[in-house]
């Protein structure tokens, strides 16, 4: 018995490579925009304030949402 690829082994070594090499981002976005969820309008678990638009949010249990960094509070 010869070692060497079979046919199905060496489309899945091209499909891979190929893979490798392909930017998988978003149709719509370009690579590198954010991919923080956004809850505008929720209040924050960590801090009770809302999330305001364009701010990163994460969730937190099914129901809860929270600030990925709450913002500074100024008096």
Known sequence: MTAGYTPQQSLVGGESRRLADADLGEGDKHTGEDHFAHATGKT???????????????????????????????N
């Open 44 to 74: 924050c678990k960590a801090c009770g304030r809302t999330i305001e638009a364009g701010q990163a949010a994460r969730r937190r249990g099914e129901t809860d949402w929270a600030h990925d960094v709450c913002p500074i509070v100024t």
